[in-house]
């Protein structure tokens, strides 16, 4: 048997006042309403303000113009680069960066870390060696390398061992060896001039995917000493 359980009942009101009591909260309500709809669009808009700037602070959209980094990046592709990894840590050889074009600070050059600080960097013959070992560097393509093949140039200081990478220096080159000015032209770059760590291809979209998959390393082969065959 179930038991039926009574609310205290309510106490009879006139209708003229039942009447006024709707009408009263009606008329209070509208303005709150009102705030709270002001309220949310300003939570929205100071919402998209932050997310705004994170964004512009983390990463970076590029587009990329011309064929220095080919085969690895390619004319007009459209790449996502990651502005706050090196406020994380320093670049890493084989990096992808966004750099400063050091001719005209406008524009912004990309290419990859070949010499950190304190390497010893030497190209003869088209062959990379750091520290007097050879880079193996298996992202570029099979074009024989004839542009600016032996740096430092024959006659130079350091011709002989390479040039030492002063602290906070890189030497960058395009992976398309004859067809990119870089470090061979004007020589290492800043820490400072490096702004963002490229990583990632979003157009196009058959080529959707990591740009930084393939890295150099350094081989057991030594630079054979001058004179020798």
Avoid: C
């Avoid at 039942?18 to 509208?30: F, N, R």
């Avoid at 670049?91 to 524009?107: K, T």
């Avoid at 088209?126 to 024989?144: A, R």
């Avoid at 140039?153 to 906070?168: F, K, N, R, V």
């Amino acid at each position: 048997m179930f038991h039926v359980l009574q609310t205290n009942p309510t106490p009879t009101v006139p209708a003229r006042y039942l009447g006024q009591a709707v009408e009263s909260t009606e008329a209070t309500s509208q303005p709150r309403r009102g705030r709270g709809i002001l309220t949310e669009v300003a939570e929205v808009a100071l919402l998209a303000l932050g997310l705004y700037l994170v964004i512009n602070f983390a990463i970076q959209t590029v587009h990329v113009m011309g064929l220095s980094m080919y085969p690895t990046v390619g004319d007009n592709d459209y790449l996502v680069a990651a502005r706050i990894d090196y406020r994380l840590h320093a670049p890493q050889r084989g990096d992808i960066v966004i750099m400063r074009d050091p001719y005209d600070a406008s524009r912004d050059f990309i290419k990859r870390i070949v010499g950190m600080p304190g390497d010893r960097v030497l190209i003869r013959g088209g062959e990379v060696y750091i520290n007097g070992h050879q880079l193996s560097e298996p992202y570029l393509n099979h074009e024989t390398w004839t542009d600016n093949a032996d740096w430092p140039a024959s006659g130079q200081q350091d011709a002989a061992d390479g040039m030492l990478m002063p602290s906070d220096e890189y030497f960058v080159m395009g992976d398309n060896r004859n067809h990119s000015s870089d470090s061979r032209l004007f020589g290492p770059v800043h820490r400072d001039q490096i702004e963002a760590h490229a990583w990632i291809r979003v157009f196009p979209l058959t080529k959707l995917g990591s740009i930084d998959d393939a890295r150099p390393r350094l081989s057991a082969k030594l630079l054979a000493p001058q004179g020798t065959a």
